[in-house]
């Protein structure tokens, strides 16, 4: 298996050189014929064992609304993720469409053919995750399906521009981090689209199972690879109950692990009883693998960054 992947974003503008770059990730890749010039910039960028591709399409050389790009399935992985940062793009996979608008995710099985019509102007982002859950063939299904707009789609999002963004390369511990960190979020706002659970939620049985997860979490907030898998077999639940455990106080599990190291960095960064640690030590101290990425979700959880809220002793922490 081929796997060089582009360094920076590279200028394409023969339909036929793009063809033969992704290729090797793409089966299949084919354009119809077009009645325009062609030109967009590109950027590849490979994530632990996951794939990720931005394409800015200056001109496609399609009439509108014409799906003129087509591939037969991806050569590697079982889905592909497709994020719309600008404009708009249509997507026909089993005889269904999805229309993709700015924001916004679409799913979609990696072993069907697809065709594609990217808006000229639009931009789009692409993940091939390496770790594909079995039970997204159930969620996604053939012709794909869009995610509604949430926190931890968004977040995703940001990962990945992060990634797409860095002019060194990461080292492999981080780079694998990110790739779990960034298919668990995906895979939490994937989530949000089953029923909620598989049992009375009233039920004294279930909330003590809430308050066995939550004291969990608490004791683990220091292990970056902590996942709703691992949760969910420590305290004798299934992955879907334990989601409709944390949907009952309006969270996933993995943003209430996100939101419980945010708040205990945020305590630590104001008591005493830590004077002398940096805010580099205190993001791994809570299995932050990215202190620039720490750093970036502290300040959209309290509106400062890390330093200004150690030095402010007057700001009020937000649950």
């Known amino acids: 298996m081929r796997t060089r992947i582009v360094s920076g974003y590279r200028k394409f ?17 084919r354009f119809q014929q077009r009645c325009g010039h062609f030109l967009l910039h590109a950027h590849f960028e490979a994530v ?11 001109r496609s050389g399609f009439r509108p609304g014409q799906r003129g790009f087509s591939i037969d399935g991806v050569a590697t992985h079982r889905y592909f993720a497709l994020w719309q940062p600008r404009g708009t793009s249509s997507i026909e996979q089993a005889h269904k469409v999805i229309n993709l608008t700015a924001g916004r995710w ?15 102007g639009s931009r789009v982002g692409v993940m091939v995750p390496e770790r594909g859950e079995t039970r997204w ?9 869009t995610l509604p ?3 931890d789609g968004d977040m995703a999002a940001a990962l990945i521009s992060e990634s797409l963004g860095r002019s060194t390369p990461t080292n492999p511990f981080i780079q694998q981090s990110l790739e779990v960190l960034m298919v668990d979020l995906l895979d939490s706002a ?9 049992a009375d939620p009233r039920s004294s049985k279930l909330l003590t199972k809430l308050c066995q997860a939550e004291e969990l979490i608490a ?5 970056p690879t902590l996942r709703p898998e691992d949760i969910g077999r420590a305290i004798g639940v299934s992955r879907r109950a334990l989601y409709g455990l944390f949907s009952q106080i309006g969270e996933t599990p993995m943003s209430y692990i996100r939101r419980q190291r945010l708040k205990e960095a945020a305590r630590r960064l104001r008591s005493s009883d830590e004077e002398g640690l940096t805010i580099t030590r205190i993001a791994y101290d809570l299995g932050f693998t990215d202190p620039s990425h ?11 960054s890390p330093r200004e809220w150690s030095l402010d002793g007057s700001g009020l922490l937000h649950a």
Request: overall charge negative.
């Open 190 to 198: 994937l989530e949000r689209l089953t029923p909620s659970l598989d």
């Open 294 to 304: 720490f750093s970036r979700l502290f300040r959209a959880q309290y509106g400062v």
């Open 137 to 145: 063939a159930e969620l996604i299904g053939q012709g794909g399906r």
């Open 219 to 223: 004791a683990e907030l220091g292990n």
């Open 48 to 58: 632990a064992g996951s794939y990720l591709f931005d394409i800015d399409v200056r």
């Open 106 to 120: 679409a799913f979609f099985e990696a072993g069907l053919p697809c065709s594609f019509n990217v808006v000229d």
């Open 13 to 29: 503008d023969r339909p036929e050189e793009w063809v033969e770059e992704i290729s090797p990730y793409f089966i299949g890749a």
């Open 149 to 151: 707009r949430s926190e």
